[in-house]
């Protein structure tokens, strides 16, 4: 019996917008939006009094967290690749030569402008302390929806639009990609071990263009329509040329697949098995019913309201006591 693709979308649809939805109860459990605003400072809901004095916001979450960064991890980190014990000693070893020659390759791609390690990971690290940190790492050769590759000129205004498809993979290069948080996606076990989810997964908006030229969704892509809503882009003016579509990239880890599909598309874009899940995420505490963590910044929120309230206190009365006459 011939499956029916409609279907199959349709239903991982709906667990991505589940997972959504169970993720949207943690976001609000866990205050992530004011965990984030309390980094950049965003601390009280008005800047001044009704005197129209400023407010006194003294930002220590901000402070800490910049504080912690160069204690998790170098700007330019290096890696050292050491032998299992049990098998230093095994006869006929060259244990120590293999993982010389680990070590320097890994080194070598930490390093290669092309990679962009320090650029993608830097983000999730600081994304980590308000929600979680993602990255997705890939070999460009393996992948031919290669999240680096370069894009084609999009079209401007009435010019004639030049047949500009999107390039071939680069051969041997490797990437690495921040995911934002707020993107991710997971099934609705009770585990905070990720390797006994369901599945898990992320949605990015793309430039519908860009789709339809991509060489690993040839064959896919008829029909595709730009998604009604993009909130990134809400509130500007509607561009023909450059109409967004949201697209969903879900690795099933019971069937060992990698599916990517579109927002009200039919067929599948991309249907390819996989050997390793490439996101990796860094959760400084986790809870033990859910993926998601506990943000250290939620521990936070209080001192730092209780803070910056007794500051204003001292400067409400510090004002009042200043002789008039």
Not at 273 to 295: A, N, V
Request: net charge neutral.
């Amino acid at each position: 019996m011939a499956r029916d693709e409609k279907s199959v979308v349709k239903r991982w649809l709906d667990r991505a917008n589940a997972g959504l939805k169970r993720k949207g109860e943690w976001e609000k459990s866990f205050e992530i939006g004011t965990c984030r605003l309390f980094y950049d400072g965003h601390q009280v809901d008005r800047l001044t009094d009704l005197a129209g004095d400023r407010v006194i916001v003294i930002n220590k979450v901000g402070a800490a967290v910049r504080t912690a960064i160069p204690n998790l991890v170098f700007r330019h980190p290096y890696v050292r690749v050491i032998g299992s014990p049990s098998r230093e000693d095994t006869q006929g070893q060259v244990l120590d030569v293999r993982a010389q020659l680990l070590q320097d390759t890994v080194n070598s791609i930490i390093r290669d402008p092309q990679t962009q390690f320090n650029d993608q990971v830097f983000p999730a690290l600081k994304e980590a302390f308000w929600a979680f940190g993602c990255a997705e790492t890939g070999y460009a050769a393996d992948f031919a929806d290669d999240a680096t590759a370069p894009k084609p000129a999009l079209k401007e205004g009435d010019k004639t639009e030049v047949d500009n498809p999107l390039p071939q993979v680069r051969s041997e290069s490797f990437y690495v990609k921040h995911i934002p948080a707020k993107t991710i996606v997971a099934s609705g076990r009770e585990t905070s071990v990720l390797a006994e989810l369901d599945w898990v997964g992320y949605y990015e908006w793309m430039n519908l263009e860009d789709v339809k030229k991509a060489p690993a969704y040839a064959g896919t892509t008829e029909g595709l329509k730009s998604s009604s809503k993009d909130p990134e882009r809400d509130g500007e003016e509607k561009d023909p040329d450059t109409e967004r579509v949201k697209v969903w990239k879900i690795w099933d880890q019971r069937t060992k697949t990698r599916f990517v599909f579109a927002d009200g598309h039919d067929k599948m874009l991309l249907e390819k098995s996989y050997k390793h899940l490439p996101l990796h995420f860094l959760r400084f505490e986790s809870q033990t019913d859910c993926f998601y963590p506990i943000p250290p910044i939620f521990h936070q929120l209080g001192p730092q309201r209780e803070y910056n309230d007794a500051r204003d206190t001292l400067r409400k009365l510090r004002k009042a006591i200043v002789p008039r006459y």
